[in-house]
C-alpha cells in the first residue's frame, strides 16, 4: 500500500471514500501513501448514472446505520455491555469493514463511528444518521464524477 507502483485501483461506486475524511481526506492519505486509489463512481455516461447513485448513497446509508448503529448497539446495551465499549465495538467493526480502502478511511470511519453511536445512544434514532451517511456518500459519489479528470487532487 506503501509504494507508488503498489496502490490497487478499486473500481466501482461500491468502494466509496465515506466517512468524515471525505473525498478530501481520502486524497491526502492516498498521497500520503497510507490509502488506496479508490474510484468512486465508474458507471457508464448514461443518463440514469446519477440516480443510480443517489440511490447507491441512500441504500449504503440504510444498511450501515440501521445494521451497525441501530440493531447492533440496541443488542450489545440489551447483553449489558456498557455504553462506551458498545461504541468502540460498533465504531471499529463500522470502520473494518472498510480496510479494503487503506488505513485511512478506516481510521475515519471508525470516529465517524464513534460519533454516529453516540449519537444513536442519546436521541434513539437512526434516521439522522442514515441521511447525513445519504449525503455524505452522495457527495462523494457525485462528487468524483463530477470532478475526475478535471482537477489535479483526485487520484
Same mark, same amino acid.
Do not use: K
Given at each position: 500500500m506503501?509504494?507508488?507502483?503498489?496502490?490497487h485501483?478499486l473500481?466501482?461506486?461500491?468502494?466509496?471514500?465515506?466517512?468524515p475524511?471525505?473525498e +478530501?481526506?481520502c486524497?491526502v492519505?492516498?498521497?500520503? #501513501?497510507?490509502?488506496?486509489d479508490?474510484v468512486?463512481?465508474?458507471?457508464?455516461?448514461?443518463?440514469?448514472?446519477?440516480?443510480?447513485?443517489? +440511490?447507491?448513497a441512500?441504500q449504503?446509508?440504510?444498511l450501515?446505520e440501521?445494521?451497525?448503529v441501530?440493531?447492533l448497539?440496541?443488542?450489545?446495551?440489551?447483553?449489558?455491555?456498557?455504553?462506551?465499549? $458498545?461504541v468502540?465495538?460498533?465504531?471499529?467493526?463500522r470502520g473494518?469493514?472498510?480496510?479494503h480502502?487503506?488505513?485511512?478511511?478506516?481510521?475515519?470511519?471508525?470516529?465517524l463511528?464513534?460519533?454516529f453511536?453516540?449519537?444513536? +445512544?442519546r436521541?434513539?434514532?437512526?434516521?439522522?444518521?442514515?441521511?447525513?451517511?445519504? +449525503?455524505i456518500?452522495?457527495? $462523494?459519489?457525485i #462528487?468524483?464524477m463530477?470532478?475526475?479528470?478535471?482537477?489535479?487532487?483526485l487520484?
Amino acid at each position: 500500500m506503501g509504494g507508488g507502483g503498489h496502490r490497487h485501483a478499486l473500481r466501482g461506486h461500491r468502494a466509496s471514500p465515506e466517512g468524515p475524511h471525505g473525498e +478530501l481526506g481520502c486524497c491526502v492519505a492516498f498521497r500520503a #501513501g497510507i490509502s488506496l486509489d479508490i474510484v468512486a463512481a465508474s458507471l457508464p455516461h448514461v443518463w440514469w448514472r446519477i440516480p443510480v447513485l443517489l +440511490l447507491s448513497a441512500l441504500q449504503d446509508g440504510i444498511l450501515e446505520e440501521v445494521l451497525v448503529v441501530g440493531y447492533l448497539l440496541s443488542r450489545l446495551r440489551l447483553l449489558g455491555v456498557s455504553p462506551a465499549w $458498545a461504541v468502540a465495538i460498533a465504531a471499529v467493526l463500522r470502520g473494518s469493514y472498510h480496510l479494503h480502502q487503506g488505513i485511512g478511511p478506516f481510521i475515519g470511519n471508525v470516529i465517524l463511528g464513534v460519533i454516529f453511536s453516540v449519537l444513536f +445512544l442519546r436521541w434513539r434514532r437512526t434516521n439522522p444518521m442514515i441521511i447525513a451517511h445519504a +449525503l455524505i456518500n452522495s457527495v $462523494a459519489f457525485i #462528487g468524483y464524477m463530477l470532478l475526475a479528470g478535471h482537477v489535479s487532487w483526485l487520484p
